[in-house]
């Protein structure tokens, strides 16, 4: 059964900073596109940052040049280095990926359970 499992939001100080990380498990043949949403209250879901499955990245025009995503293939892990970070910014967080499974072989999207960034001071 494939997982996604999210870690490290909490609670920041507008100005502040927050590294967020997701590692995918389970039986994996291969993880396409990895990436972070976000869903504040009385929102739709936005895309926050991802990588495609060429490699190449997002970022929605909000978070740029203030947010880093980054990937550790080996480890099936993404992360998100929020710097820089707003009250705008609270929301909860989800991982998003394109996995296929073993013994599926079809790339199906996967998501975590979120986790909550809130920035107030």
């Known amino acids: 059964q494939v997982q996604l499992v999210e870690s490290g939001g909490g609670l920041a100080q507008p100005g502040g900073s927050l590294n967020l990380s997701c590692a995918a498990s389970g039986k994996i043949v291969r993880v396409n596109a990895m990436g972070w949403y976000r869903q504040a209250p009385g929102k739709q879901r936005e895309l926050v940052a991802t990588?495609?499955?060429?490699?190449?990245?997002n970022y929605a025009d909000s978070v740029k040049g203030r947010f880093t995503i980054s990937r550790d293939n080996a480890k099936n892990t993404v992360y998100l280095q929020m710097n820089s970070l707003k009250p705008e910014d609270t929301a909860v967080y989800l991982c998003?990926?394109?996995?296929?499974?073993?013994?599926?072989?079809?790339?199906?999207?996967?998501w975590g359970q979120g986790t909550q960034v809130t920035v107030s001071s």
């Open positions: 998003n990926a394109k996995i296929v499974p073993f013994g599926v072989w079809v790339s199906s999207d996967y």
């Open positions: 990588f495609t499955s060429g490699g190449s990245t």
